[in-house]
């Protein structure tokens, strides 16, 4: 637990009356194996009781969600409202979530998840965290939504730009996609060039232009782009191997003076966490200015997670253009774009690059990220550290796990954002992550879900730590993979 607030709230009032490792309670063991009556019970699920964790020990019950999955699937394609969450590529019931706290996630079946998705990014301090309910709900009780700007929105373009140093003026809209679509649109009108250039396996919202050889559902679901875009739309793209600066090279040659700007997650996430190989991001800035073409670093994702001032503090590279989401937003739906004064002064009032958006800057949303920041920027100078250490004892105990048992995985971690690839590895672009057996990770994130543990349902998305989590979240953790790897024999060719 890396956030301050009391521990037994944070858990709902629901944390075990007991700590990992002391002895349990006969009587509360036997009252939790009748609380399930009717669910099989293993030598598995008997170990991790006395191993302390007796909410990971019991099967899960699907009936209400899987009711809640059919009656969706009547109204809503897949009965999703994004593909991944469908859990396609996984199997497995898609639990019908009702509510969060901390690191933690409750569904229609009562059961309790230790949470690895964090709404796939936003929430860095976890489910329901103090300050930020209470926000949104000051904000709501004085009116939704005006269509008119209010003065939140200021305060939170203020905690961006002292966070990004090349971001002097910022945008809001109300998704990433609506971010990375509006920064490419002014590196166009900026650049007066067309090509735009980006990476296999990147991610950048659901956009025309930019879902060619896209990550993320894209990916997981095996299709190359998308039906309903037409080739000349995605003609003026061109798609790089990432990590591969000849390869930059040689298309900076060939569309010399053509390329308006090169968009890159800084750390992937979208094919699981990638990481920049060292120096790559230098290059990437290096060739972009000899080209005259603009760097936008996405860090819609890696924006206030890798630090305060995202993956180009942390690399110490200076972008043209910013596109953030998740974070900002604080779990509601944001996004913003932002750079310096003389490119963002084009944009429509001021300039002729039309952009715009009846909900953009809604004082609910604006509420919910300033709580998040102010949190951030007033914890920034330990908070970052202890979810790097605390992501780091999580991913090497599941990867020793993993060795012990002899399943060949490999592991990337960047902070608090990081993926088990189901390949000896490494994982360094597109390439290599498309190597993976994701049926055997199909049959560890199960075995992971069934001890209450919810990682992201892909191979292909980056797992999420949060300030909530706690030291006994980690063991309990590592606990269940020990488990899912020995039991569900979910190893490469096993
Ligand atoms: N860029 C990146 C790096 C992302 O990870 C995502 C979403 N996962 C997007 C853009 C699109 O954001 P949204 O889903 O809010 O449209």
Redesign the pocket.
Known sequence: MLLAGSDAGRNGGASLPWTAGAAVPTVVFVARIRGREGAPVTLAHFTAIFMGYADAAMPRKVEASRRLQKRAEQMIPGGVN?PVRAFHSVGGDPPFIVRGQGSHLWDADENKYIDYVGS??PLILGHAAPGVPEAVSAAAKKGTSFGASTPAEADLAEIVISAFPHVEKVRFVS??????MSAIRLARAYTKRKYIMKFEG?????ADALLVKAG?GVATLGIPGSAGVPEEFTSLTLALPFNDTDALEQAFKKFEHQIACVIV?PVV??MGCVPPAPLYLDALREITLRGGALLIF?????GFRLAFGGAQERYGILPDLT?F??IIGGGL?V?AYGGPREIMNMVAPLGPVYQAGTLSGNPLAMAAGLATLRYLRSHKSTIYADLDKLSSELTEGVMAAARNAGVPICCNRVGSMFTWFFTPGPVTDWTSAAKCDTEAFGRFFRAMLDNSIYLPPSQFEAAFLSAAHTERDVEQTIAAARQAFATVGCGIGL
Do not use: F, I, Q
């Not at 990147?202 to 659901?206: L, S, V």
């Open positions: 994004s796939w990014g998704s990433g996609t609506e971010a990375t990147c991610y950048h919202g659901h993320s997650e996430g979208n996405d860090e819609v994702m890696t596109t989401g998740k739906p996004g």
